[in-house]
T-cell receptor, first 113, second 115 residues
Framework: DAGVIQSPRHEVTEMGQEVTLRCKPI?????LFWYRQTMMRGLELLIY????????DSGMPEDRFSAKMPNASFSTLKIQPSEPRDSAVYFC???????????FGSGTRLTVV | AQSVAQPEDQVNVAEGNPLTVKCTYS??????LFWYVQYPNRGLQFLLK??????LVKGSYGFEAEFNKSQTSFHLKKPSALVSDSALYFC?????????????FGDGTTLTVKP
C-alpha cells in the first residue's frame, strides 16, 4: 500500500483565495482525521470521519473551513477564503480498528500570503 | 474524557546513553496507548503501541515502552540513544470503548541526542 496520500505537498496562495487539500486514506481504513500543525499551537485535530460520516468537527476553527468525505477513498479540506493565519502544515491520517495506530500522510504545507 | 500529558518539552541526552521520554494519561476505561515520532518536514510515524498483555512493548528502531497502570504512565525508552533518534515524539491514548476510535495526542517532546 502506498500509505496515506496527500496533495498538494506545498501550496502558496494569496489571502482571500480558496484552497482545497486532498487526502486518499489507506484502503480498508474506516476512520479519517484532519490535523493542523503549527509551532504556536502544536498538533490540532480539526475533524474526523468514521465510515465517511463526520463524527466530530469541533476543532474546525471557523466557518471558512469545511471538510467532506464523499467516499471511502477520498476526502477534502477546503478553506474559503484563506487568511495568513491559516498558514500551517495540514496532515491527514487514517486508521482501521480502534487498537490500530494512525497512519499519517506527508502533509500539505500551506502558506497564505 | 481522555487526556495525555508529556511533562517535558525537551529532552537532551548524549549518544550512547539511555533515554526516557515521559507520558502520563487519563481515560475513563482501559487505554490503548501509542507512541509516534516525527522527523523534520515529515508526517508522524507510528513507533509502538500497548493494547493488552505484557506491560513492556517493543517497537521500531530499538524503542520500547512500559505500561504502568497504577501510575497511568507509558514512558518511551531506549537503552542506547543515537544522534539519528533526534526528533519530535508524541504519546497518544485512546479509550478502548469510548470516543469512537479517536486518539488524543500529547503536545510532543523534542528529543535531542548529542554526539
Amino acid at each position: 500500500d502506498a500509505g496515506v496520500i496527500q496533495s498538494p505537498r506545498h501550496e502558496v496562495t494569496e489571502m482571500g483565495q480558496e484552497v482545497t487539500l486532498r487526502c486518499k486514506p489507506i484502503s480498508g481504513h474506516n476512520s479519517l482525521f484532519w490535523y493542523r500543525q503549527t509551532m504556536m499551537r502544536g498538533l490540532e485535530l480539526l475533524i474526523y470521519f468514521n465510515n465517511n460520516v463526520p463524527i466530530d468537527d469541533s476543532g474546525m476553527p471557523e466557518d471558512r473551513f469545511s471538510a467532506k468525505m464523499p467516499n471511502a477513498s477520498f476526502s477534502t479540506l477546503k478553506i474559503q477564503p484563506s487568511e495568513p493565519r491559516d498558514s500551517a502544515v495540514y496532515f491527514c491520517a487514517s486508521s482501521g480498528q480502534a487498537n490500530y495506530g494512525y497512519t499519517f500522510g506527508s502533509g500539505t504545507r500551506l502558506t497564505v500570503v | 474524557a481522555q487526556s495525555v500529558a508529556q511533562p517535558e518539552d525537551q529532552v537532551n541526552v548524549a549518544e550512547g546513553n539511555p533515554l526516557t521520554v515521559k507520558c502520563t494519561y487519563s481515560v475513563s476505561g482501559n487505554p490503548y496507548l501509542f507512541w509516534y515520532v516525527q522527523y523534520p518536514n515529515r508526517g508522524l510515524q507510528f513507533l509502538l503501541k500497548y493494547i493488552t498483555g505484557d506491560n513492556l512493548v517493543k517497537g521500531s528502531y530499538g524503542f520500547e515502552a512500559e505500561f504502568n497502570k497504577s501510575q497511568t504512565s507509558f514512558h518511551l525508552k531506549k537503552p542506547s540513544a543515537l544522534v539519528s533518534d533526534s526528533a519530535l515524539y508524541f504519546c497518544a491514548v485512546r479509550d478502548q470503548v469510548n470516543n469512537a476510535g479517536k486518539s488524543t495526542f500529547g503536545d510532543g517532546t523534542t528529543l535531542t541526542v548529542k554526539p
